[in-house]
């Protein structure tokens, strides 16, 4: 069964500690997504892929870190930089150069105490 | 830079009735898609339809239907004869043809009353 899975669902961490959000697509999809999710603010993109050892900045990139070692991974680490981190994070797929639509997983839900 | 604009937070309409949500967008290319989401209390990200900007014809998906006005620089969504199930947060997402870049707008709240 193809598609995009987002561990875990619900998270926890004390302030000042890092943590890192799993994505890990089977779809064989190029382009990787991180969106982050608050109440009234819509789906603000964080870091975006479209290959394997390359990501760009979003719009809302400072504290956040990613990686691209392997096609179907895309971790997402919110670091203690981050000032407000709590929210719902969406990680997406596409097949990339610009021809589809995004595929998304379930979401995690981070919560910073 | 692109941007996508939804002016309405929040609606409410009757069961059955037509809905129409608002989007605009702000480009300087013609190459591009556009999308509306549906994102429902379960939080799955579903797509609903896609338009591409060379097509003049607007793209329709059962109840769902676009109007597509490339000049004016609008995308709204039809939703007819609404059911409950289609109550959900919708988003408009705006794509360039040239880049892989997905950026969304605030969202609507869409309640459907019984």
């Known amino acids: 069964d193809g598609g995009i899975t987002q561990s875990p669902k619900y998270l926890f961490r004390k302030e000042g500690q890092n943590v890192t959000l799993s994505c890990e697509q089977n779809l064989n999809h190029d382009a990787m997504y991180w969106y982050r999710q608050d109440p009234g603010q819509g789906l603000r993109l964080i870091y975006y892929?479209?290959?394997?050892?390359?990501?760009q900045k979003g719009d809302i990139a400072e504290g956040y870190s990613v990686s691209r070692e392997k096609k179907e991974s895309f971790p997402l680490t919110v670091t203690s930089a981050q000032k407000n981190p709590t929210a719902f994070y969406l990680c997406?797929?596409?097949?990339?150069?610009?021809?589809?639509?995004?595929?998304f997983g379930q979401g995690t839900r981070l919560t910073v105490v | 830079a692109q941007t996508v604009t939804q002016s309405q937070p929040e609606m409410s309409v009757q069961e059955a009735e037509t809905v129409t949500l608002s989007c605009t967008y702000d480009?300087?290319?013609?190459?591009?898609?556009l999308f509306w989401y549906k994102q429902p209390p379960s939080r799955q990200m579903i797509l609903v339809i896609r338009?591409?900007?060379?097509?003049?014809q607007n793209a329709t998906e059962n109840r769902f239907s676009v109007n597509f006005q490339k000049a004016a620089k609008s995308f709204s969504l039809k939703i007819s004869d609404s059911q409950l199930g289609d109550t959900a947060m919708y988003f408009c997402?705006?794509?360039?043809?040239?880049?892989?870049?997905?950026?969304f707008g605030k969202g609507t709240r869409l309640h459907i009353l019984p």
């Open positions: 997406a797929s596409s097949i990339g150069g610009g021809l589809t639509e995004a595929f």
């Open positions: 997402a705006f794509r360039l043809n040239r880049d892989d870049k997905i950026i």
């Open positions: 480009t300087s290319e013609s190459n591009y898609y």
């Open positions: 892929s479209q290959i394997v050892n390359d990501f």
């Open positions: 338009q591409e900007a060379y097509k003049q």
